[in-house]
């Protein structure tokens, strides 16, 4: 029992929300669950947050491996979560946007989240940097195809791609490299898309009705456990 | 207190760059900030939008609000040993809706819009196109067609379907290269945006 | 004269909008009840026929919330010296006074009228602005807006999805009396060795999701294929662990390694700090996992599900811990970094396929049979259709133009 209702829900949902884009009365239900989602992700956040604290307080109290950082982790937490649904220091009563300019919670963002997040983000210069060398070094027939397509792409977005080829005589300009980047992008670059998203779509159909079928059920744990 | 939350910024933002050196405590000091309050920022965001933003700006009216609360009650059950598998339900609510959603969904933009997409003319509507552009049908035509032989995952890759196949990957490797070199300048511009900030916002260097 | 100074500027486009819009409803109302009969008195009036022939019609097949509305525009909008300035629908609702809805560009000649109510009746003016005012059209007859309880314009999506549909239930079916064959997927081949490895060198097995919540059917591929390799991570008694971005995902990966630990005999060895809740928030995620990946040192980790730009960052950090790397998403804009910088990809299709293939279990390889059916109707549609709309297209052959009239009505998606 404790298996076969999930399993019926997940096949009435799924079978549902499959019919739903044929019959106009039920054509919101795609909306609807997205709204079900949303509600249910903050109800979820209970457990996750709640885990965040038990592993930060365990490692704590277990004086673990660099357990100072779980205190930053902990108190970093506990003001954000303070700040944001007290709204500390919101200019304006509590009935002014949690984001308002000034308040603790958009200032955190704007001095701490933002940097971090940003930086993060930025450290994909030297990675990609780094993928690249690799890729420059392999040595078989394919990872040399994938890197003269991403040279070619990527000298065609600089001036010096230009400034390179613009010698080629008007009636050859396709192999100038800014025309040759365009046409791989237009022709061989959007066949590969197409095969890889035809696939991804077959490939969608048949993994979701395995789960629709009951077929793939792993993610609803065991009758025993 | 600006100069001061600049200061703040910095040193986040050059915490982070410390990593490409190797771990460190600067770097664990900034995980560790960056883990708690993001954590936080999002359920505050989460809280502000979905649960006061829908039940009480919203006044709640849409019964469909308490399905979804109701489930999302069913899904703390967890909390509870004994009565825990009921959280079952709503994750199995989910996964049959994300299944049922994504199959028609993407079957139609996926599969039905490529494949309308690809019938077109090789030599352009009423022989227009020129010897390029006909070159670039035919390469439209015969790398889809090829890509698909190779994603087959009931025939051995063998003989004259084997070598289609290998037309395939050409075509895939292209794609991914040229997906490759289209982000390569992207990245390189947000690590200018941070030096950016570090010498323009923080020393003053850049004006 | 007024005289607008600075201070009085509120005042005075107050005074001015309030006028504007007197005269305004003065006019439609004037010119809703004498339609054509717009006298010409002052030689500085700019006068432009009305549209004509509106028209208010049932949209098809929506739940009882849409009209639509077309019209002959006034011959007076034109391209060039054109004196429609734009044109202005009006809608009285059962009966009621008319309310302008919308205002639309010159040229224009249909609307569909939104967010109505199916017991409600509705009808409809047009009118053609010029500088000097507005000259509208006939009201329409008053029409309600009705429920279609099928969407006729989605017959062929329908069709040819149960067409697929039905291809991979029949090889579900088959697959169970005869084994079908499925080719090597060289990601997947590496997988138990991959498991096997991080034993003998006594290290751990990372795990990552990608960063997607429970409702992308990634994050779904990306749980189904943990399902099946939980299960040898339980029998080869090696260190599994797994941050994760999202609370529902923490959850369902719960289940689905404590199901895979059970089946393999290994229910012991199931604890829930195996799966961590990090943070939701991209980066914060990230920077946690990297961290993790540097000081724990996995000798495998898996990247399977939908990743954005962090795929990169993950995969370059679990490459310089020299770390086996088996990664796989439908997010084609990631595909290369994954290509570069792990040992296997699992590109695309085969992210959704690695959970069939893992299991060996016919009913879930009879799908993979299915859905080739699928690349087979799709190759040979383009075949044709491409073969087909060459010839017509350049030799004007009706035939052909007959089979890409059809396939395009077919696979229009439009």
């Given amino acids: 029992m404790k298996r076969q209702i999930p399993l019926f829900i997940t096949f009435f949902v799924g079978t549902l929300l499959i019919l739903s884009v044929f019959i106009p009365p039920m054509e919101t239900l795609g909306e609807d669950f997205t709204l079900f989602f949303d509600i249910i992700a903050v109800f979820a956040f209970f457990l996750g947050g709640g885990n965040l604290v038990r592993v930060h307080v365990t490692k704590l109290m277990k004086r673990k491996p660099d357990w100072g950082f779980s205190i930053v982790t902990l108190v970093g937490f506990a003001f954000i979560l303070a700040a944001g649904l007290f709204k500390i220091g919101n200019p304006g009563d509590i009935a002014s946007s949690v984001t308002a300019e000034g308040s603790w919670f958009q200032e955190s963002f704007n001095y701490i989240l933002n940097p971090l997040q940003s930086t993060m983000y930025a450290l994909l210069a030297f990675f990609v940097a780094s993928a690249s060398y690799r890729a420059f070094r392999a040595k078989n027939r394919e990872a040399t195809i994938l890197l003269v397509a991403a040279f070619i792409i990527l000298l065609g977005r600089t001036p010096f791609g230009m400034a390179l080829t613009a010698w080629i005589p008007e009636s050859f300009s396709i192999f100038q490299i800014p025309n040759l980047a365009i046409w791989i992008m237009n022709s061989p670059n959007l066949a590969g898309q197409r095969a890889i998203m035809i696939g991804i779509g077959l490939g969608v159909v048949s993994m979701s009705l395995r789960l629709i079928l009951g077929i793939e059920r792993t993610y609803l744990g065991d009758d025993r456990a | 207190m600006e100069h001061f939350a600049i200061w703040v910024a910095a040193f986040l933002t050059m915490g982070i760059f410390s990593f490409l050196y190797k771990d460190n405590a600067w770097y664990k000091l900034c995980e560790a900030i960056f883990v708690g309050i993001s954590a936080g920022y999002w359920f505050v965001t989460l809280f502000w939008d979905n649960i006061y933003g829908k039940f009480w700006v919203g006044k709640g009216d849409d019964s469909m609000l308490y399905i979804g609360a109701f489930l999302g009650l069913l899904m703390l059950m967890r909390l509870v040993p004994k009565i825990g598998w009921i959280s079952r339900w709503p994750l199995a609510f989910i996964v049959g809706a994300t299944a049922g959603f994504y199959l028609i969904n993407y079957f139609s933009s996926n599969v039905m819009r490529q494949v309308e997409d690809t019938i077109m003319p090789l030599l352009g509507p009423d022989y227009s196109a020129g010897a390029y552009d006909i070159i670039g049908n035919i390469v439209i035509a015969v790398g889809t067609f090829s890509g698909l032989v190779y994603f087959f995952f009931s025939k051995e890759h063998k003989g004259a379907f084997g070598a289609t196949a290998k037309v395939g990957i050409f075509f895939l490797m292209i794609t991914f290269g040229a997906s490759f070199g289209y982000t390569v300048m992207s990245r390189m511009s947000l690590l200018i945006g941070r030096l950016d900030f570090l010498f323009g916002d923080w020393l003053g260097m850049i004006k | ?414």
């Fill in chain 3, 1 to 414: 004269m007024f005289n607008c100074r600075r201070k009085s500027n509120g005042l005075c486009l107050s005074i001015f909008i309030v006028a504007a819009i007197c005269s305004l409803s003065v006019s439609v109302k004037a010119q809703s009840e004498t339609i054509d009969s717009t006298v010409v008195t002052d030689t500085n009036l700019v006068v432009a026929a009305p549209p004509t022939s509106v028209i208010a019609s049932e949209y098809k097949y929506d739940d009882a919330e849409a009209l639509e509305l077309s019209w002959v525009p006034s011959i007076d909008d034109q391209l060039v010296d054109g004196l429609v300035l734009a044109y202005r629908v009006y809608r009285a609702t059962n009966g009621g006074e008319l309310e302008m809805i919308e205002e639309l560009t010159p040229g224009n000649n249909n609307f569909t009228d939104h967010d109505l109510s199916g017991d409600s009746s509705y009808s409809y003016v047009v009118a053609a602005v010029t500088v000097s005012g507005e000259y509208s059209s006939n009201a329409t007859a008053a029409i309600s807006p009705e429920r279609e309880w099928l969407n006729y314009e989605k017959k062929w999506l329908f069709l040819i999805a149960l067409f697929i549909t039905s291809a991979i239930m029949y090889f579900i079916r088959t697959a169970r009396k005869k084994k079908l064959f499925v080719r090597k997927i060289a990601g997947l081949e590496a997988i138990d060795d991959a498991v096997g490895r991080a034993t003998e060198m006594g290290r751990s097995i990372l795990f990552i999701p990608g960063i997607q919540d429970m409702d992308d059917v990634q994050t779904l591929a990306g749980l189904t294929i943990l399902g099946r390799i939980a299960g040898t991570i339980a029998e080869y008694d090696t260190k599994l662990f797994m941050p994760v971005s999202r609370s529902l995902v923490m959850t369902a990966a719960r289940e689905t390694i404590k199901a895979s630990f059970q089946t393999a005999g290994r229910p012991d060895k199931y604890h829930d700090d195996i799966v961590t809740y990090v943070t939701d928030e991209q980066f914060g995620y990230v920077a946690h996992v990297d961290g993790i990946m540097v000081r724990e040192k996995p000798a495998t980790v898996f990247l399977l599900g939908a990743f954005f730009a962090e795929s990169l960052i993950l995969a370059e950090t679990g490459n310089s811990i020299g770390a086996i790397q088996i990664a796989g998403t439908a997010r084609p804009a990631q595909l290369p970094f994954f290509i570069a910088a792990c040992d296997f990809t699992l590109i695309g299709e085969e992210l959704f396929a690695a959970s069939a293939y893992l299991s060996d279990e016919p009913r879930a390889l009879g799908s993979l049979k299915g859905q080739d059916v699928g690349k087979a109707l799709a190759m040979f549609v383009i075949l044709i259709g491409v073969l087909a709309t060459t010839i017509a297209s350049a030799w004007h052959v009706e035939a052909m133009q007959t089979v890409v009239d059809t396939l395009s009505s077919v696979f229009s998606t439009k």
